[in-house]
C-alpha cells in the first residue's frame, strides 16, 4: 500500500526536489561513509583529516590521506545504478527533477540529470585557492600531490572538507519551494545542515516521500516512509 502510494504521488507530481544521500550510490560499489557499518564508523580520526584545518596544516599529507578515504582512484570505475538511471528517466519523461544531492561522486550528473545540486561538491574536480584554476580528477590522479600550473600552489578539492561553509544550501531550498514534491532516497538524515532540508519541506507544506533501508530520526516528517532496500524499490516503482 505504501509503495504504490508513493509511485502515485511521483506520478501526479509535475516536478520533484529528491534529496540523495550515500544509500543512492552503494548499489554502484561506493562505500557508505555514515551507516551503521559505513567506514567513519569505523575510524572517526578521517573528520580530522578531510578538514579545511588540516589541509592547511599539511597539504601533501591531506591529499595522500583524501585520495586513500575517498578511493579517488577507483572514481573512474564506478558507474550510475538503477537509482541514478530512474531519476534521469523520470526528467526524461517530463518531470522537473531538481537533485540534491550529499554524494561527491558525481554520478548524477553522470547519468544525465540536468539539475544537480552537489550540496557537499565533488571528488572529481579541484581549484587553486590562489589563483581559481580549476582542474579535472585526470590531473588530479597524475600527482600525489596536485599542483597549478600557473602559480605552483597546491590544489583543494572542490569537495566540502569539514570546516568549509555550506554554499549550495539556498539553492537547494529554493528547489524544494519550486518543487510539489519531496522524495529523499538513502540517506540517514544525520549531517547538519542537510538534514535541515526536510524540515523545511514540512514547515512549506510539501508532500514528501522517504525511503531509506534504516529508520532516520526524521521519519515522522514524512507523508510516506518506505525502510527496504532502495534498488528493489526504485525498480518496483518503475514497473
Known amino acids: 500500500m505504501q509503495l504504490d502510494t508513493a ?24 562505500p557508505d561513509f555514515r551507516s551503521t557499518t559505513g567506514l567513519w ?13 588540516y589541509f592547511h596544516k599539511d597539504p601533501v599529507d591531506f591529499w595522500q590521506k583524501y585520495k586513500d578515504i575517498f ?26 527533477i531538481s537533485v ?30 590562489n589563483c581559481g584554476n580549476s582542474y579535472d580528477l585526470p590531473y588530479l ?26 554554499t549550495a544550501h539556498d539553492n537547494a531550498e529554493r528547489a524544494i519551494q519550486h518543487s510539489e514534491l519531496v522524495l529523499v532516497l538513502g540517506t540517514s538524515l544525520l549531517v547538519s545542515p542537510f538534514n535541515i532540508l526536510p524540515e523545511y519541506a514540512n514547515t512549506l507544506g510539501k508532500p514528501s516521500i522517504l ?14 516512509v518506505i525502510h527496504d532496500d532502495l534498488s528493489e524499490i526504485v525498480q518496483q516503482l518503475q514497473k
Open 7 to 30: 509511485a502515485k504521488m511521483i506520478a501526479d507530481a509535475s516536478s520533484v526536489a529528491v534529496l540523495t544521500g550515500a544509500g543512492v550510490s552503494t548499489a554502484s560499489g561506493i
Open 41 to 53: 564508523t569505523a575510524d572517526q580520526s578521517r573528520e580530522y583529516y578531510i578538514s579545511n584545518h
Open 71 to 96: 578511493r579517488v582512484k577507483l572514481l573512474r570505475d564506478y558507474g550510475p545504478n538503477h537509482v541514478h538511471r530512474y531519476l534521469r528517466e523520470l526528467e526524461v519523461n517530463g518531470k522537473q
Open 100 to 129: 540534491i544531492t550529499q554524494n561527491v561522486d558525481g554520478l548524477h550528473n553522470l547519468a544525465g540529470n540536468k539539475h544537480v545540486i552537489e550540496y557537499h561538491g565533488t571528488l572529481n574536480s579541484a581549484t587553486c585557492p
Open 141 to 166: 590522479l597524475a600527482a600525489d600531490t596536485p599542483v597549478c600550473e600557473r602559480c605552483e600552489h597546491v590544489l583543494k578539492p572542490d569537495v566540502v572538507l569539514f570546516g568549509d561553509p555550506i
Open 211 to 224: 525511503i531509506n533501508r534504516e529508520p532516520t530520526v526524521m521519519d515522522e516528517l514524512f507523508d510516506i
